[in-house]
């Protein structure tokens, strides 16, 4: 509705058609670079969770007065890993 009040109906749906013209390109890269990626999925979450793992034990090698607060925070809501 904005693009129609403010007269820029035909730029919008240019947009919208050069989207829509490139899709199948970008479908054949997403492909491409799944098919090559250089770790799985489950090898991508073992690496998080070990970095969150070393995060947390960095933050509780901290006196408590000087623990991040945001750290804090993340911790309390979604567990200690």
Do not use: C
């Not at 990626?37 to 070393?54: H, K, P, V």
């Amino acid at each position: 509705m904005y693009a129609v009040r403010s007269g820029r109906l035909g730029a919008y749906l240019r947009g919208g058609g050069a989207g829509l013209h490139g899709l199948a390109r970008m479908r054949r890269k997403h492909r491409a670079l799944v098919a090559n990626r250089g770790i799985t999925d489950g090898e991508f979450l073992g690496q998080l969770r070990q970095s969150e793992r070393q995060i947390y034990d960095w933050q509780q090698s901290l006196p408590p007065a000087e623990r991040s607060g945001l750290l804090k925070l993340y911790f309390g809501l979604f567990g200690k890993p």
